[in-house]
C-alpha cells in the first residue's frame, strides 16, 4: 500500500510544482531547469561514483567492511536515477543524495533498520616461496632435426 501511494503521490508532487514553477517563470525556462540538472546530473553521478568506487576499492584492500561504500553507491545511483526522472522534487531529491553527508545520515538511518546475521572475510593463503617468471634455453640439447621428420 505504501507504495502504491508513493507511485501516486510523486507524480502528483511533480505536476503541481510543474504548474507553479511554470506559472512564474514560464514554460521555456521551465524546460530549461529540468534539462539543465539532468545534465548537471549525469556529470554529478560521474564524480559521486568514481569517489565512491575508490572508496570501495580501499575498503576491500583493507579488508574492512564494505556496506557503506556499496550503499553509498547504491545511493548514487539512485540518486542518478531521480535526476535524470524529469520533475523538481526528484530533482531535489536526487541532488540532496549527491551530498555525502546526507548518504551518511540515510545510511545511519537505514543501518538502525537492518541487522547483518554475520560478515566474513574469507583470504586465499599465498605461498611462502618466492616464483620467479622466466624463459630458458638448454644449451645442451642437440641442434638440428628432431628425428621425428625426415629431411
Known amino acids: 500500500m505504501r507504495l502504491f501511494l508513493l507511485f501516486l503521490t510523486v507524480p502528483l508532487i511533480e505536476i503541481a510544482l510543474f504548474i507553479q514553477v511554470g506559472g512564474l517563470i514560464g514554460l521555456f525556462p521551465t524546460l530549461a531547469i529540468v534539462i539543465l540538472t539532468a545534465i548537471a546530473g549525469t556529470f ?18 583493507d579488508l574492512r567492511d564494505p556496506t557503506e561504500p556499496l550503499a553509498h553507491g547504491a545511493m548514487v545511483l539512485f540518486a542518478g536515477a531521480l535526476l535524470l526522472t524529469p520533475g523538481f522534487f ?19 538511518f537505514i543501518r538502525k533498520r537492518v541487522v547483518v546475521q554475520d560478515l566474513r572475510y574469507v583470504t586465499a593463503e599465498r605461498p611462502s616461496e618466492t616464483v620467479i617468471d622466466a624463459e630458458y634455453e638448454d644449451l645442451d640439447a642437440p641442434k638440428g632435426p628432431s628425428g621425428w621428420t625426415r629431411h
Do not use: H, K, N, Y
Open 44 to 61: 554529478l553521478i560521474r564524480s559521486q561514483g568514481t569517489a565512491v568506487m575508490m572508496q570501495l576499492r580501499e575498503t576491500m584492500e
Open 90 to 108: 526528484t530533482d531535489a531529491l536526487g541532488l540532496s543524495l549527491m551530498v555525502p553527508g546526507v548518504r551518511s545520515r540515510v545510511f545511519q
